[in-house]
Structure formats: structure tokens, C-alpha cells
T-cell receptor, first 113, second 113 residues
Framework: DQQVKQNSPSLSVQEGRISILNCDYT??????FLWYKKYPAEGPTFLIS?????DKNEDGRFTVFLNKSAKHLSLHIVPSQPGDSAVYFC????????????FGTGTKLQVIP | SQTIHQWPATLVQPVGSPLSLECTVE??????LYWYRQAAGRGLQLLFY??????ISSEVPQNLSASRPQDRQFILSSKKLLLSDSGFYLC????????????FGPGTRLTVL
């Protein structure tokens, strides 16, 4: 049962344009959401997060939007740069229990110069 | 800040051979520790997590096992490897409450032939 879903396995965007990566979740107990960026043969690195009490969090070129009613979040990158080319993982956790983090399957972003 | 070490970086093992992957964490104490696997073309699958010494929770039934002999040491093992065990293994640490990001190690690329 995939509780965090990233339905687009890949995305190509022109440099300078906006990249929008989407993520859906099914577990209503999730109250904290994160995005990670991963380059080949490396561990993921944290990018940006949002708690369920907010609907938007912005950090430079990166903005995460959360729609709790739709159980949907998205990551916007603007403007996109070639160095943003990587696999992006959406992740979710709940404040109770063992702080288990559930990851999506990832979206491979390619920014074309 | 946290630093996570994993070794070996790459490993090629025959089917049926044993496995031991080690993860050590610096710069934190009493972290939650996690083992993930990224198989080819797939997302991050949580294998095991630990909230303390000697405590292991398994997420997926399989022929792998984990141990936490020390606070900042996490070991992934197998008595007999299968072809399906091939993948990229990641160790991660989470410090503090639920509203924190995980730190990931550099990973181990395991190929079972």
C-alpha cells in the first residue's frame, strides 16, 4: 500500500521555466511533509518541508504548497536551473509513534539548458 | 551537524553469500536510525528503523536483518543474499521530534550476482 504517491516518474522543463512536482498521500495522520533531492549514487538531501498547519512554505526558488483537503502537495521550482536536475522524493511523517517517514517513489526532473 | 558514514561504498556479492553493511553517525546522540533500499527504478523503501540500542522494527518481511549494538551504530545483515537484494542501501538518522528532516548517508551500492 503506497501511502505517498508521486505519479509522474519523470519531468522535463526548459531552463528558466517553472518546475512543478506533485505528490499525493492517503494517510490522514500525516502532519509533516518534506521534499528531498537526490543525485545518482548519493544519499538524498533535505530540500524543504511544511507542516499541516500551513498551506505554503517558501525558501528561495523553492515553494511547497499543501492542500490538506485534497491530500496533495506540490513543489514549485522557479526559475529552474540545470543543477536542479535530480530525482525528487516527497516524504511524509506523523508526530506520533516512531517518527517513521514514508517516501514516495520519486520524480526525475531534467532541466534542459 | 550530523554526519553519517556508510561502508563499503560498493559491494559485489554472489548469491547465497552473507552480508554486513555498517552505518555510523556522528554529531548527534540517541537518534532514530533507518535503513532504506532504493531498487532500480523504484523509490525509497523503508526496511528497518530503530529508536534506541537493541530496538529494531522491521517494515518488510525479507531475508535481511538489522542490529543496533551501539547508540550511533546501525548494521544491516543477511545470512544468504538473493538476487533481489541488489540495490542502493541508505542509512538515515533523525534527531529530535517529528518535525525534523532525516540526514542520509552516502549509500552502499550492492550488486548480487
Amino acid at each position: 500500500d503506497q501511502q505517498v504517491k508521486q505519479n509522474s516518474p519523470s519531468l522535463s522543463v526548459q531552463e528558466g521555466r517553472i518546475s512543478i512536482l506533485n505528490c499525493d498521500y492517503t494517510n490522514s495522520m500525516f502532519d509533516y511533509f518534506l521534499w528531498y533531492k537526490k543525485y545518482p549514487a548519493e544519499g538524498p538531501t533535505f530540500l524543504i518541508s511544511i507542516s499541516s498547519i500551513k498551506d505554503k512554505n517558501e525558501d528561495g526558488r523553492f515553494t511547497v504548497f499543501l492542500n490538506k483537503s485534497a491530500k496533495h502537495l506540490s513543489l514549485h521550482i522557479v526559475p529552474s536551473q540545470p543543477g536542479d536536475s535530480a530525482v525528487y522524493f516527497c516524504a511524509a511523517s506523523s508526530s506520533g509513534g516512531y517518527q517513521k517517514v514514508t517516501f514516495g517513489t520519486g520524480t526525475k526532473l531534467q532541466v534542459i539548458p | 551537524s550530523q554526519t553519517i558514514h556508510q561502508w563499503p561504498a560498493t559491494l559485489v556479492q554472489p548469491v547465497g553469500s552473507p552480508l554486513s553493511l555498517e552505518c555510523t553517525v556522528e554529531g548527534t546522540s540517541n537518534p532514530n536510525l533507518y535503513w532504506y533500499r532504493q531498487a532500480a527504478g523504484r523509490g525509497l523503501q523503508l526496511l528497518f528503523y530503530s529508536v534506541g540500542i537493541g530496538q529494531i522494527s522491521s517494515e518488510v518481511p525479507q531475508n535481511l536483518s538489522a542490529s543496533r549494538p551501539q547508540d550511533r551504530q546501525f548494521i544491516l545483515s543477511s545470512k544468504k543474499l538473493l538476487l533481489s537484494d541488489s540495490g542502493f542501501y541508505l542509512c538515515a538518522s533523525l534527531q529530535g521530534g517529528a518535525y525534523n528532516e532525516q540526514f542520509f548517508g552516502p549509500g552502499t551500492r550492492l550488486t548480487v550476482l
